[in-house]
């Protein structure tokens, strides 16, 4: 997570595709290539699944490193980003809103845009970027101030640039964008400040909106036409259903992480993250579409079903872990394993629930899915309490609550393997003591209202690697 230095190795077959050829529709949905990286997931689909051979378990020990790169200056925080390779360059993205280009067989930087940031950004958790997207001849990313912009892929220059939304209300970037059928299709960062998460696409060679699907139920949804004039797209969910009062109006529910594309649903699949605040005691129902997964006809930029893995979060658990698409049993099928500490899976059309099992070794908030209702059965006494009605009224009932809003599994990606059938999970083994505070919403101002302590379980190694097998749930080793 702090490392400052990215070292690569590159294999001969990589970066060997034909000179300056542009990128397009057919070629980010050929899951087979093996000699570009053109996807964040690989494929659009996030199964992160290669056919190349070459390394296996008989000569991974001997890679060496072929080169290494410093991302150079005082900027040297988090980095999460999964570098893409397309006409022999990677396009790799760092903190604070960088990009460079890099000769993927020598290391040679070839360009870096540095976008000029603002004071006053407020991004949570980090200063980080999680990758570009490639489309046409453009390399476009999202930026800490809410932007997104568009570079030549030859020179770094930019192309198009838009303002998403406002960073001072708390709106940032750090996801990479999905591309589709010619649409650049992203999601917004916030939710600690009260923000109203949605996915949004645009033109991916102008910029330009073409819709907005708000992911906080009550707001409504927009399509763009030519001239840019916004029109009713209808509202996201039903006005007041799972919100109290007017709570729906800072809901949170940020897609913080980034979506996946099926090219066989024909949906595009984003996870949303905590409501707000964080107290769970001042917005009593389930708070959609918060810690979910939505499913969006891209075509239309209306919500296809969606299946909510946290009603009424209390823990921060989130829902923005990667559905990842797949076939089991003649079916297509989305698999999630969520910070919760529960693995999913879903038939990737309908949304309909197929099976939740755990995946970590401990969970305290909940006993079980009911997989005939889809919901949590819920430990009572396992959630945080209401700080109206403590003595001093300034801190609720502190609760040692079992996965850590850390997770279960954090934003780190798992993949699936089309040989064996399983899912390699990045599992986290750890709790936390949480409480609930006053809050209260004011623009730009953390929107929390709760504290916690992280603390292990054991003196043993907190992470686990763990192979899942969908079609049972249990874990093979």
């Not at 089309?418 to 004011?442: C, D, L, R």
Request: glycine share 12%; charged share 20%; hydrophobic share 35%.
């Amino acid at each position: 997570m702090r490392k400052s230095l990215l070292s690569v190795v590159v294999l001969a077959a990589i970066g060997s595709g034909a000179a300056n050829a542009a990128v397009t529709e057919a070629m980010l949905e050929n899951s087979k290539d093996t000699k570009s990286v053109l996807n964040w997931g690989m494929s659009r689909d996030g199964q992160r699944y290669s056919t190349l051979n070459k390394v296996n378990d008989k000569n991974v020990n001997k890679l060496v490193p072929a080169w290494s790169m410093s991302f150079g200056g005082e900027k040297q925080r988090g980095q999460e980003s999964q570098p893409l390779i397309h006409n022999g360059k990677m396009f790799v993205t760092a903190s604070y809103s960088r990009i460079f280009a890099v000769d993927s067989k020598t290391g040679a930087k070839l360009w870096k845009y540095e976008h000029r940031l603002p004071d006053g950004i407020m991004p949570c958790c980090d200063v980080i970027n999680r990758g570009a997207a490639l489309y046409d001849n453009l390399v476009i990313f999202g930026t800490l101030d809410a932007q997104i912009v568009a570079l030549d892929q030859n020179t770094g220059k930019v192309v198009w640039k838009e303002t998403v939304d406002d960073f001072k209300a708390g709106y940032s970037m750090s996801a990479a964008p999905l591309i589709v059928n010619g649409l650049v299709i992203t999601g917004v960062s916030g939710g600690e400040f009260g923000i109203i998460g949605r996915v949004e696409a645009r033109d991916a060679k102008t910029g330009k909106l073409v819709w907005i699907r708000p992911t906080v139920e009550g707001h409504m949804g927009y399509k763009y036409d030519a001239a840019g004039k916004a029109i009713e797209n209808g509202v996201s969910g039903t006005t007041g259903a799972t919100w109290p009062g007017e709570m729906w109006k800072s809901g949170g529910a940020a897609t913080w992480l980034g979506g996946s594309y099926d090219s066989k649903t024909g949906l595009v699949y984003f996870g949303t993250g905590n409501p707000g605040p964080w107290n769970s005691a001042v917005r009593p129902g389930d708070n959609l579409f918060s810690c979910s997964t939505v499913a969006i006809d891209p075509k239309t930029g209306k919500i296809a079903w969606h299946y909510q893995t946290t009603p009424h979060d209390g823990w921060d658990f989130d829902g923005v872990n990667e559905l990842v698409t797949f076939d089991m049993n003649g079916k297509r099928m989305g698999a999630k394993a969520d910070r919760n500490g529960f693995f999913y899976v879903l038939d990737a059309k309908s949304g309909k629930l197929e099976n939740a099992t755990p995946f970590v070794k401990k969970i305290t908030w909940a006993t079980s899915i009911d997989l005939k209702t889809g919901r949590p059965n819920y430990v009572a006494d396992n959630r945080p309490g209401d700080p109206a009605k403590s003595a001093d009224g300034k801190k609720g009932k502190s609760v040692f609550a079992v996965p850590s809003f850390l997770g279960g599994k954090n934003q780190m990606p798992m993949a699936y393997s089309q040989q064996t059938g399983m899912f390699y999970v990045p599992a986290n083994e750890w709790g936390m003591e949480i409480w609930n505070e006053p809050v209260s919403y004011k623009k730009g101002a953390a929107y929390l209202g709760a504290g916690f302590t992280i603390k292990t379980l054991n003196d043993g190694p907190i992470g686990a690697l763990r192979a899942i097998d969908p079609k049972t749930g249990k874990i093979a080793w």
